[in-house]
C-alpha cells in the first residue's frame, strides 16, 4: 500500500501524518464552545487564556493545535487572525484552522505562517466550490467531512460514496490527494449503539480503498454519557487499529494521551517503544521530583 | 454472520461468550507463575491464597476464572483438582481449567461441577488426539492454539491454516463448534513490532471465516516494557474491535477492566450504556463512602 503522507509545518516545525507515522494529536481545547468564561473572554478582545490552552496542551502531547474562534456577535474573521497571529508568537507547534465561515478561513489562511490545515470543507459541490480554491492558493491540506446537504450518512457505505465525491472535487482543484484528510464522521455512541462501529467500518473501508490520512472529533463519542475519559481513552486503540492516522482530541487528560501512545507502540508505529520508554523515563523522573 | 455461542457453566451460573456479548474477562491471576511466595504455599499444600485472588478478581470484574497449579516437583493433577474443589466452594465463577498436562486436565475436569473451558490445545494431532475425547466425553469448551510442533507461526496466514486443521479435528471428534475457542496467539510488541499487527489480523479473519469464538494471554503483548497497564488497556478495545470475545487478563486492575467495558459499549455490546453507566454509579457510590 502506498503511504500517503499529510505535511503540516508552522515557521519552524514541521509534522507528517501518515499510516506509518506516530498517531497524529490535535489538540481540541482552543475552542469556546461550551467555554462560557472563555466566550466573555473572546467577546472584550482578550486572548490571555490562549497561552494557558497552548501551554497545557503542549505540555500533554498535543503535535497539531486546533483553533476555533466561533463565538456569536463577534467579527469572528478578526478574532481568528488575531489568535493565529499570537499562537505563532507563543508556540511553533502547526494549526489546525477550525472555522464554518469562509471569511474567516481566507484571513486565518492570510494570517498562518506555514502549511496549515483547514478544518473542515464538506461534500457539498458549492461548499467545496468555495473553500477548496482558497486551500489550492495557498497550499494548505483540508480536512473533509463525507456529509452533504442530506446529513449525515447512517452507513459507511454512503459515507465513501460521499469521499469518492470528494476526492474527485479535491483533483479536479488541483490539490494532491495527500493534502487530503477524511473525517469519517465519529457520532456519540449513546445516541446509538451502532454509531461506532460504523465509524469504525468507514475508517478500514478509506485505508484500504485509498490509504487517506483520517481525522475526527474523538470526544464526540461518549458524548452524553458518563466518565467520558475512559470511553475516549477506549475509542483510540480501536479506531487506530482501524487506520485512524489523527484526531481532533483531548491532549490534556494523561489517560487518552497515554491510549494514543500506547496504541502506537502496538501497532508498530514506534518500534521498539523508544517513544514509549522516553515518555515512562519523564513521567517516572517527574513523579520523583513531585515526591522529594 | 451466525453467532456462535460458548457457553460456560458452574454449578449454578453460566456464561455466554459471543461476538453479540459483552466481553468475557478470564481473570488470569490464579497461576503461579512468577508467584514465588504463592508457589510456596503450594508446595505445602497451602491453598489458602484462592480466597484472596478468588475476591480480587470478582471484585475486578472476572466472568471467568483460569486455575493453573502448574508448580514444579508438586503432583499437579491432585493439586489442580483440590484448587477447583476449594475455588467451587468459594465462588460460583465458572472455571477454565489451565494445565499443559493430560493427567491434570483429566482429574480437573472430574472435579468441575459445570461445563468448564480448557486450556489448552495445540494443532499438533498427537495433542488433538489425547486431549479432544477428554473435552468430548465431559461435554466442556476447549481453547486451541493454532501453532504446531514447528512453533508460533510467524503470519496470519499460516495461522489460519493451522485454525483449520483444528476445526476439522474438533469436528471429526464430535465436539460442536461451538465448543472451539480460538486463542489466536498474543506475543510482546517488545520483540517485533508486527507481533500485535499480526494477531489483530488473526483475530479479524478467525472471525470473518468462521465466526467463531476467540480468547488470548492479553497481558503477553507488554511483556518486558514498562508502564505495562497502560499498553495492555489499549491492547484490548483494538483487539475487541477486530473480533476477540474474550481474554485470559487481569481482572484486578481498574484502567484495563474499564477499557474492555468501554469497548463493550462502543462496539454496541452494552447498548444505551446500562451496563456502563451501573459501573459509574457504584464507582461514585464508593468513592463517596470513602469520603465521608
Not at 143 to 164: C, H, K, S, Y
Not at 186 to 210: C, F, H, N, Q, S
Not at 214 to 221: D, H, I, K
Request: proline fraction near 5%; charged fraction near 20%; include cysteine.
Amino acid at each position: 500500500m502506498i503511504e500517503v503522507h499529510t505535511v503540516l509545518r508552522s515557521a519552524s516545525k514541521t509534522i507528517t501524518i501518515g499510516h506509518d507515522q506516530p498517531f497524529c494529536i490535535i489538540g481540541e481545547r482552543i475552542n469556546p464552545t461550551g467555554r462560557k468564561k472563555f466566550q466573555a473572554q473572546l467577546r472584550e478582545d482578550d486572548l490571555s487564556q490562549l497561552a494557558i490552552d497552548i501551554e497545557q496542551q503542549v505540555r500533554g502531547g498535543a503535535d497539531v493545535l486546533d483553533v476555533n474562534m466561533g463565538v456569536p456577535l463577534t467579527d469572528e474573521p478578526a478574532l481568528l487572525g488575531r489568535a493565529i497571529k499570537m499562537i505563532q508568537s507563543l508556540t511553533d507547534m502547526p494549526i489546525c484552522i477550525d472555522s464554518s465561515i469562509i471569511e474567516a478561513l481566507q484571513i486565518g489562511l492570510e494570517t498562518y505562517e506555514g502549511k496549515a490545515l483547514v478544518n473542515s470543507v464538506t461534500g457539498e459541490e458549492e461548499r467545496m466550490d468555495l473553500i477548496l480554491p482558497l486551500i489550492k492558493r495557498h497550499g494548505a491540506a483540508i480536512i473533509a467531512l463525507p456529509n452533504d446537504a442530506t446529513g449525515i450518512p447512517a452507513t459507511a457505505a454512503e459515507r465513501i460514496v460521499i469521499t469518492e465525491k470528494i476526492i474527485m472535487a479535491v483533483e479536479k482543484h488541483g490539490i494532491p490527494l495527500e493534502d487530503l484528510v477524511i473525517d469519517p464522521l465519529a457520532m456519540t455512541v449513546g445516541a446509538d449503539p451502532e454509531a461506532v462501529k460504523i465509524t469504525l467500518e468507514t475508517i478500514y473501508l478509506i485505508r484500504e480503498k485509498w490509504g487517506l490520512n483520517m481525522t475526527l472529533g474523538a470526544s464526540n463519542v461518549s458524548f452524553g454519557l458518563p466518565y467520558r475519559h475512559a470511553i475516549n481513552a477506549a475509542f483510540l486503540p480501536a479506531a487506530m487499529s482501524h487506520g485512524l492516522t489523527s484526531a481532533v482530541m483531548d491532549a490534556r487528560t494523561p489517560l487518552i494521551v497515554e491510549a494514543v501512545r500506547a496504541a502506537d507502540l502496538l501497532l508498530g508505529l514506534d518500534p521498539w517503544g523508544s517513544n514509549w520508554i522516553s515518555r515512562f523515563r519523564a513521567l517516572e523522573a517527574a513523579n520523583a521530583a513531585t515526591e522529594a
